[in-house]
């Protein structure tokens, strides 16, 4: 059951730390839900999860320009703060940050960059995408202060660099990484499914496919080419899907493995029409996956 009714708007950093202050001269623990906006099925459990383990929540909800590249969507990502709100509140969170791009960013000269894992995967294709998340997501944790933070496994590259940042920089908050959610028809859930017509929305479900597959034909000892391979054939069936990358890498560094021996994550990003789709599953031996 939601804990409130009623949700504190914050458009500025301000009345965030106020309000942070508050709760924690009350001794009460804070999850911070960063989204970028538009919230759908696969935000709500991850602020499900937060209002359940914290005694407070903050969703941020803030198009972060940082991490768009020049020919990127920045201008079309598709925004809606008044169902947004609505949303947060229903299911209890407490307050949402919705920023203007000039109170995050005053002429900034100070970033956070990683090194080694933003190079590959969505990297090759977004150079400048995770300096923008690494920075959004390390400020966030300095206005909020949170206890825990919350990110989808759909973004799979993204909540590992997160999960190295944090060890690296010694960011006090644990960080919580929930299952992707999916459409009925397998399509993991994504703001950028707005962009699709009726006939892509129907091609975009070979990703999920492409996934189905892999889980079931992977092996210990497989070889990451015929995974790869076979995988991406379901893909290549559909006429209008493009493959961006369909990548085997190891779960931890990020990088592309031979043999399916440890830990792996089978990573995708594909241009269904003007929207690039993720997808991923990861695997370790021995493990019996449920589909
Ligand atoms: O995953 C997202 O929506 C964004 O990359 C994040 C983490 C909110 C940072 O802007």
Redesign the pocket.
């Known amino acids: 059951m939601a804990k409130v009714t009623e949700i504190k708007i914050a458009k500025t950093i301000t009345q965030v730390r106020n309000q942070i202050k508050i709760w924690q001269k009350e001794g009460k623990s804070i999850g911070l839900v ?3 906006g538009f919230l759908h099925a696969g935000h709500g459990s991850l602020i499900k999860r937060a209002v359940a383990e914290n005694d407070e929540v903050i969703v941020s909800d ?1 198009v ?1 320009p940082a ?1 768009f590249g020049p020919d990127e969507d920045l201008e079309t990502y598709p925004r809606n703060f008044a169902a947004d709100t609505e949303f947060c509140r229903k299911l209890g969170a407490a307050m949402i940050f919705n920023p203007e791009p000039s109170e995050m960013y005053d002429n900034p000269k100070a970033y956070v960059n990683i090194d080694d894992l933003s190079d590959g995967l969505c990297g090759v294709t977004r150079p400048i995408h995770f300096k923008g ?1 690494c920075t ?2 390390s400020k966030l944790f300095n206005i909020t202060n949170a206890d825990r933070a919350y ?1 989808g496994e759909k ?1 799979a590259q ?1 909540l590992a660099i997160i999960r190295k940042m944090v060890k690296d920089l010694d960011f006090d908050v644990e960080i919580v990484g929930c299952p992707i959610v999916r459409e009925a028809d397998g399509l993991a859930m994504s703001s950028r499914n707005a962009y699709l017509s009726k006939d892509e929305r129907k091609a975009a479900v070979c990703l999920s496919k492409s996934i189905t597959l892999g889980k079931e034909i992977i092996h210990e000892g497989m070889s990451a080419k015929q995974l790869i391979a076979d995988m991406s054939s379901v893909i290549e069936n559909e006429a209008l899907a493009k493959i961006d990358y369909l990548e085997v890498v190891d779960v931890e560094l990020l990088k592309p493995v031979d043999k399916i021996d440890g830990p792996i994550l089978v990573a995708m990003a594909v241009y269904i029409g003007k929207a690039r789709l993720l997808d991923n599953f990861s695997w370790k031996p021995e493990e019996t996956i449920t589909i």
């Open positions: 960063p989204t970028m803030f972060n991490q998340v959004v997501v990110f973004d993204q």
